[in-house]
């Protein structure tokens, strides 16, 4: 009988765990071996890792390329780019300003690889950055900058092409004039964050426009309403045109005129040379680039006269057929005041005007006294700033203390500084009726200006004055500017400078106001010289009707079609019905005679 076979004896729990070690041992061996028969299993972990490191490479690629910038990043390209403005059209909708898309450059500092080499490429495709300054930006803590603003279309392809992290293009609102110079001083301009710096530009921002963007609000020019100007493009370049030729023919320092329609305020054409190109604003910082006919303070000569004559006819002190004394020079203490054409005799009110007698007017503002010269000259808006939409504006130059002889120097345009547009304020309430209207760059109508205007003297005031405006052209001073067929009506104005705390005879400030058609005014021309020189074909005279009463001339005949000024080769047949009311028959028979020159 055999031995049964012995029975095996169970596995036990520390013998397996024994064997678990043993054989994690086994396969690290095998892999570090250096058989041949083990290479593949190596080769297949070293592949897995590998491609485990790229996945995870390119995962966080693809995560940083889909990544949106941070709200700050944003936030601060928002704040920091150019906001719309509504465009400026003329009042006929030609557009005069206006917004147009342009890119620039930025940076996110804290996303710079390398800044040194960033700043290396940068300027090398963006030359006139300054290399110093933007590696200051570039290595600052911030998370946005400007690179440069505005850059041209090359330049924005090469940044482009450049590839650099943390640096971008951003499209921005940039300002534009399509006409360049022509209404430079009243559009104003905008800076480089279109924001606005002078004129209507800066007028549309105190309406509420910089408030909106800097509550976040900055829209698009389709949310934008556009604003409309009282200005005709047309009739402002070929005025600017005259007054350039104007100041280059009489050899002048500057020049300025304006053309204001008498029955709304509107200011339809105005210029001041030399002027600047709001396209490039740096050009408006030059003090020679002032708008000379509101910023600029002057005394203007014998258009004044026109306001101390209105005063004394409204008075009823004096009427048409009252004659002034004008015999000899007038004396007041050691001054005396001389004619400029002293016809020595007594001179009615229509000689006082077309002579341009300096004596008959002093005498009539001493009539009427001291303090009623102040309260009428006020009331006219002589002696205070005086406001429109522009916001550049001068403050009248007033005598700290007046007395006698200041009336009877101002009475003639000596002794009281204003803007020409607040002289030619008051001339236009003598032209229009009586109402005095705020001049205003803003299209409006009649309504709308009758709204606030006051009337500070009687109709039948107005008419006279326009009857001797109308007389001064046919035989006064201001016959040169006869413009044949416009019924024209005018004044000069002649005064020397103040050099030196003293008048100086050889440099001198001239003016002329003309009104067309004079029996039913509907415009207002306004030409200032400064420093004109006497020509051979002048006689070497540099006084007003001769520079100033020119360009107004040459102005009217070529800008009067443009607004519509039909011209009449036969004269109106009652153009003054109150003045023949009044009995004085003589104002609607045109004169014969010359007076003055």
């Known amino acids: 009988m055999t031995e049964p076979s012995p029975m095996p004896e169970p596995e036990t729990p520390s013998a397996r765990a024994a064997e678990k070690p043993s054989k994690w041992r086994a396969m690290i061996r095998r892999v570090f071996t250096t058989s041949l028969d083990s290479s593949a299993p190596r080769m297949r972990l070293a592949a897995l890792g590998f491609l485990a490191l790229y996945g995870v490479i390119g995962a966080k690629l693809v995560y940083l390329g ?109 300002r534009v004039y399509p006409n360049g110079p022509i209404g430079a001083h009243v559009l104003g301009f905008a800076n480089v964050d279109n924001q606005g710096i002078a004129g209507i530009e800066k007028y549309i921002d105190g309406q509420g426009l910089a408030d909106l963007h800097n509550l976040g609000f900055g829209g698009t020019p389709d949310d934008l309403q556009p604003v409309t100007l009282s200005l005709d493009i047309r009739a402002t370049h070929a005025l600017r045109d005259e007054v350039v030729k104007g100041v280059e023919h009489f050899k002048a320092k500057a020049g300025a005129a304006a053309i204001m329609d008498v029955n709304t305020g509107e200011l339809v054409a105005l210029a001041s040379y030399p002027d600047y190109d709001p396209n490039k604003p740096t050009e408006a910082l030059d003090p020679i680039h002032i708008n000379r006919m509101n910023v600029g303070v002057y005394e203007m000569g014998s258009t004044f006269k026109a306001l101390t004559i209105a005063m004394a006819l409204d008075s009823g002190k004096v009427n048409l057929n009252s004659r002034l004394d004008a015999r000899g020079a007038l004396s007041f203490g050691r001054f005396k005041i001389h004619d400029y054409h002293a016809q020595n005799r007594a001179l009615t009110v229509p000689e006082v005007f077309t002579y341009s007698s300096n004596v008959g007017t002093a005498r009539m503002a001493m009539g009427q006294g001291v303090e009623k010269h102040k309260a009428f000259l006020r009331k006219m808006g002589q002696l205070t700033r005086m406001r429109t939409e522009l916001p550049e504006s001068a403050e009248p130059i007033v005598p700290r203390n007046w007395g006698e002889l200041n009336t009877m120097t101002i009475a003639f345009g000596h002794g009281l500084a204003v803007a020409p547009l607040q002289a030619m304020m008051a001339v236009g309430a003598l ?137 009449r080769f036969e004269p109106p047949h009652l153009p003054f019905p109150l003045l023949a009311k009044l009995g004085y028959g003589m104002a609607n028979v045109p004169a014969t005679g010359g007076h003055g020159h």
Do not use: C
């Not at 705020?438 to 003297?457: G, H, N, S, W, Y």
């Not at 207002?524 to 400064?530: G, V």
């Open 66 to 174: 889909f990544k949106p910038e941070p709200a700050t990043t944003r936030r601060a390209a928002a704040e920091a780019v150019a906001a719309s403005r509504p465009d400026i059209l003329d009042r006929n909708g030609e557009v005069l300003a206006s917004d147009v898309k342009v890119m620039s450059v930025f940076a996110e500092p804290r996303r710079l690889v390398d800044k040194d080499e960033a700043t290396e490429l940068l300027t090398a495709v963006l030359p006139d950055v300054d290399s110093k300054e933007l590696r200051e930006r570039l290595g600052s803590k911030k998370g946005f900058v400007w690179v440069k603003r505005e850059v041209s279309p090359h330049q924005r392809d090469e940044v482009f092409h450049l590839g650099l992290p943390g640096v971008g293009l951003i499209a921005e609102n940039k």
């Open 431 to 567: 032209m229009n009726g009586g109402y005095l209207i705020t001049p205003t760059f803003l299209k409006r109508t009649p309504e709308e200006a009758m709204k606030d205007a006051v009337q500070v003297i009687k109709p039948e005031t107005s008419e006279a004055m326009r009857y001797l405006m109308r007389l001064n052209a046919e035989i006064g001073t201001a016959k040169r500017v006869d413009v044949n067929g416009y019924y024209v009506g005018g004044k000069t104005g002649t005064a020397e400078k103040v050099i030196g705390g003293h008048y100086s005879k050889n440099r001198l400030f001239t003016t002329f106001m003309a009104v067309s058609p004079a029996d039913k005014p509907k415009y207002l021309f306004l030409t200032i010289m400064d420093e004109p020189q006497g020509l051979p074909e002048t006689g070497g005279y540099a006084t007003a009707a001769y520079n100033s009463g020119h360009v107004t001339g040459q102005i009217i005949e070529r800008v009067g079609p443009i607004l519509g000024l039909a011209p």
